[in-house]
């Protein structure tokens, strides 16, 4: 029997449980590859604590990952505003914004993540 039926409604799957039982069906969903349904636990997640770099930083990737290039810039931004040093934001920003064919504006944030993890070009 599907969740939906027994329990009447699927949003309520989302939601449902306290905050590490909802991050970790989260991530089984990221690890499933089923992004959207990451996407859908997480929000919910980065709403309630959105000081948690974590939850919106996994939630970043998986708006990237469903294609929803503008949810995951929005998010990895507010990281990257937070922390300037998080490279892994940095770089998934930079990436992000590749993906829309914005390489001026992806540039300076992956030479920003390669600084930050002593990954220079070699000459």
Do not use: C, K, N
Request: aromatic share 8%; charged share 30%; glycine share 8%.
């Amino acid at each position: 029997m599907r969740y939906e039926r027994a329990h009447g409604g699927t949003e309520e799957y989302y939601s449902h449980g306290t905050p590490a039982e909802r991050w970790e069906r989260a991530q089984l969903f990221f690890r499933a590859r089923e992004y959207t349904a990451a996407a859908r636990v997480l929000a919910g997640l980065v709403e309630e604590a959105p000081e948690q770099t974590g939850p919106r930083l996994l939630l970043a990737r998986a708006y990237y990952h469903s294609a929803q290039l503008r949810r995951a810039e929005a998010e990895l931004r507010l990281i990257v505003e937070r922390d300037p040093v998080e490279h892994y934001a940095r770089l998934m920003l930079g990436r992000t914004l590749e993906r829309q064919g914005r390489h001026a504006e992806a540039g300076p944030h992956l030479r920003i993540a390669s600084a930050l993890t002593g990954d220079f070009p070699q000459d």
